[in-house]
């Protein structure tokens, strides 16, 4: 599975929206970008995921580039329950079972 | 979303001494999954629970260490053997249903290892 890339840290107002980044240079073809989030002292939860359209559900949308390199997770209007760490995971949808490999992700940090 | 029961919650154990977690979702999922989360870092998968077959492990993970049993289709357990501090951190488990290619968590076992 592709490796990727995300700022360690970002700061939301709350009321606004956050645009979380994700390099994923090397993603193939076959792989789906995956976003998950985790509030302090839970397991993770499941966001949003995509392969080439953007994407939009009750929680977020998902702007995935046209070369397919990058994508952005977006928080239309941050609120003091979106601080969490938000993690970025690139794989091929059948692998192995399922699994996730998880990266050091995201922190943010909604203030009021 | 699938509920998932992990236990215990909490525990303080031992240097050298055990310590089993189970796993109990609400219905059949066709893949279980446990990861280690140390202190101030991300998740790391330890290794996949197969039903009725020996677990495979991540590279770093061995058996001996942590000893995995998946009886049925719901219910799994993780054994933190022979325990040090280093082990200390917290062990969740996840579970994929066959026809929903989402993660869902337990919210985990927060082990403290003195």
């Known amino acids: 599975d592709a490796k990727t890339t995300q700022p360690p840290s970002m700061d939301c107002a709350e009321g606004r929206a956050a645009n979380l980044p994700c390099n994923h240079s090397?993603?193939?073809?076959?792989?789906?970008v995956y976003w998950y989030r985790q509030i302090h002292s839970q397991g993770p939860q499941y966001i949003i995921h995509?392969?080439?359209n953007n994407e939009t559900n009750e929680m977020a949308s998902l702007i995935i580039t046209e070369d397919r390199k990058s994508s952005t997770l977006i928080l239309p209007h941050a609120t003091l329950r979106d601080t969490a760490v938000y993690y970025c995971?690139?794989?091929?949808?059948?692998?192995?079972?399922?699994?996730?490999?998880f990266g050091q992700g995201t922190e943010l940090s909604v203030k009021p | 979303s699938a509920v998932i029961s992990q236990k215990p919650s909490r525990d303080i154990c031992q240097r050298g001494t055990s310590l089993t977690i189970q796993c109990q979702v609400d219905?059949?999922?066709?893949?279980m999954f446990w990861y280690r989360q140390q202190p101030g870092q991300s998740l790391t998968l330890i290794a996949t629970?197969?039903?009725?077959?020996?677990?495979?492990?991540e590279s770093g993970f061995v058996i001996d260490k942590f000893p995995i049993s998946r009886p049925n289709l719901t219910f799994s357990t993780l054994t933190v053997s022979n325990m040090s501090p280093e082990d200390s951190s917290i062990y969740l488990c996840?579970?994929?249903?066959?026809?929903?290619?989402?993660?869902?968590f337990g919210s985990g076992t927060q082990l403290s290892v003195l």
């Open positions: 995509g392969l080439k």
């Open positions: 219905s059949q999922v066709t893949m």
């Open positions: 996840s579970v994929r249903y066959s026809t929903n290619e989402k993660l869902f």
């Open positions: 090397t993603i193939s073809g076959n792989e789906y």
């Open positions: 995971i690139v794989r091929f949808f059948y692998n192995q079972g399922g699994k996730l490999i």
């Open positions: 629970a197969n039903q009725g077959s020996e677990a495979t492990y």
